[in-house]
């Protein structure tokens, strides 16, 4: 077929972060992801221009997957981002927000790209071996002997979530919830090998918050059993309960026409033969001593009828979400045809019993060793039941990364403000021969430098979102906001009683600057100290792992905008 009109030559742009469009897409894109951070940060609602599903939210994994952007460096800039938080779901505005900071204050600088990068590179180096090393004052060690710690890790992620809408009386509930429920999946019998279960969210909306709970094991909604009737449940001989796990339809309609043809004798009805091998299979199951049969689809009315008039619990429609949790929890190998059964696919279970939540009936499989848990999770609508899933979600994947390396970083912008303050006294400590292993200038160095530490900087300003004034001190290099409403001449040490994250007090003399933002003039200040007390109830903690990575992706992801020469775009 000829084509309608010629084909057009691919759009060649040169230097792309020069052009005025990127700039001020740029800083849109900084503005609305600095306005969503933190524990008072906006909430946005996103919905596309033919209506349906409206999502309000704050959170970076629904921003991000719903923002459209045009520009080839705005979605460069998006996609590491959501890479980021696909693997580690944390910190992904922290990653964001740093990125477009160090983007807007390099570019800025009378430096060349190309060193602008390399000693950018440097400075990741710095933070990497500080944030690895013993002596970091920013990072807090993770005994999981004690809750204490993981009960503050879980809390921070909850309360940076505005749009979940909790009270600080909730918080504290699901906190302990998800706890409970990340320690149900952690085996009991430590191996090299070792896997973690799973939690499994029942979603309860519109309910209080406070009905949320956690039980071990696996809930099943089954609206056809009546919790009137008493459940009777067939057990072996060692007292368990033997399951079968179909995930195939047992409705007797497995034939599917478009599979092929197949022919069928006069006087032969095909339903009546499904339905024979359906009841054949039931009575291989009751001679087995099989006390649950649990299908991911349809079970035929007879076949249920025949199940339940011989002792056996009939469960269908499990879904296929459940299927893998369920043949883990039990040891059954789910069951793909109804004309091949094995004894060697049942498991067994504990127990079963009847659940009721909210007026849904559920039953409830109780399994021998609990690594598979169920969280019922209840919010006043479905608005804000999304945004505490995606919360929950992302608290528990926190725990999993912190239980692989049992670390924590201060929350707040103490960590941000911290690192700045250590880059810097590093900075003015470089010895000559440094210089010339990077291949730059003192003066290179000092201002790529200065604008590494304000982008850290801007991170920790953006928790702000009143126009109350930002302080950083000069002995830990930790964050302190001060209430609006107060001069700048004011005495601080009268106006703020806790720095970010909550570890340092207002209980000595302490010096303080002003977070200046991106005009300020450079500060020499000596190498912030460690906290005295590095343990503390409510601290304000982040996830070591997803922002030591956010802050590497940040870093590269700029330094390979900045690296771009030419954008060639295909027009056709």
Request: glycine letters at 6%.
């Amino acid at each position: 077929m000829s084509r309608l009109e010629a084909k057009k030559p691919p759009l060649y742009i040169t230097e792309p972060l020069t052009t005025g469009g990127v700039s001020q897409s740029l800083s849109l894109l900084s503005g609305i992801l600095k306005s969503c951070y933190g524990p008072a940060g906006r909430l946005k609602q996103l919905h596309n221009g033919v209506g349906g599903y409206v999502c309000t939210t704050s959170q970076s994994s629904a921003i991000l997957s719903r923002l459209p952007v045009s520009h080839p460096v705005l979605g460069v800039l998006m996609a590491s981002v959501q890479n980021h938080v696909s693997r580690f779901s944390d910190c992904g505005l922290f990653t964001a927000i740093l990125c477009c900071s160090l983007i807007e204050n390099f570019k800025s600088l009378n430096v060349a790209p190309c060193t602008v990068i390399k000693i950018s590179k440097h400075l990741l180096s710095l933070c990497m071996d500080y944030l690895k090393s013993e002596a970091c004052g920013c990072r807090v060690a993770v005994d999981f002997s004690s809750v204490e710690t993981l009960l503050c890790l879980v809390r921070s992620v909850l309360r940076s979530k505005p749009a979940c809408m909790l009270n600080k009386t909730e918080v504290d509930h699901l906190t302990t919830l998800i706890l409970k429920a990340f320690l149900f999946t952690v085996p009991c019998h430590a191996e090299s090998n070792a896997v973690l279960g799973k939690c499994v969210i029942v979603p309860m909306k519109g309910r209080r918050v406070m009905d949320s709970a956690v039980l071990p094991g696996l809930l099943i909604e089954t609206p056809e059993i009546q919790l009137a009737k008493p459940l009777t449940v067939k057990r072996t001989c060692s007292d368990m309960i033997k399951i079968a796990l179909f995930c195939v339809s047992m409705s007797g309609d497995s034939f599917n026409p478009k599979e092929g043809t197949i022919t069928v004798h006069h006087g032969i009805s095909l339903e009546m033969s499904e339905l024979n091998q359906l009841l054949n299979v039931g009575k291989q199951l009751v001679n087995d001593e099989v006390g649950l049969v649990v299908c991911q689809k349809v079970i035929h009315p007879s076949l249920k009828q025949y199940l339940t008039e011989n002792g056996v619990i009939a469960v269908e429609r499990a879904g296929l979400s459940l299927m893998e949790p369920l043949s883990r929890m039990t040891g059954s190998k789910p069951i793909a045809s109804i004309h091949d059964l094995s004894p060697s696919c049942y498991g067994s279970l504990k127990d079963v019993c009847i659940e009721t939540f909210a007026s849904k009936n559920f039953v409830h499989l109780i399994p021998n060793d609990t690594v598979i848990c169920s969280l019922i999770l209840c919010n006043r609508n479905e608005t804000t039941w999304d945004e505490l899933k995606r919360a929950c979600e992302t608290a528990e994947h926190v725990l999993q990364l912190t239980l692989k390396e049992p670390l924590a970083l201060l929350g707040g912008g103490c960590t941000e403000t911290h690192l700045a303050s250590y880059i810097r006294h590093k900075s003015y400590s470089l010895s000559t021969s440094s210089f010339e292993d990077i291949d730059c200038s003192q003066t290179q160095y000092q201002l790529v430098t200065d604008g590494f530490c304000r982008s850290l900087e801007s991170v920790a300003r953006s928790l702000n979102h009143e126009d109350g004034e930002i302080l950083t001190d000069m002995v830990y290099g930790h964050c302190w906001f001060v209430p609006p409403g107060f001069p700048s001449v004011s005495s601080w040490s009268d106006l703020v009683s806790k720095c970010g994250c909550g570890i340092n007090s207002n209980g000595e003399n302490l010096k303080w600057r002003l977070l200046q933002g991106q005009f300020g003039s450079p500060v020499i200040q000596d190498c912030p100290k460690e906290p005295l007390v590095k343990v503390a109830d409510f601290l304000t903690l982040d996830c070591y792992a997803a922002k030591c990575s956010g802050l590497q992706v940040a870093l590269e992801t700029a330094s390979l905008i900045l690296d771009l020469l030419y954008i060639i775009k295909d027009q056709n």
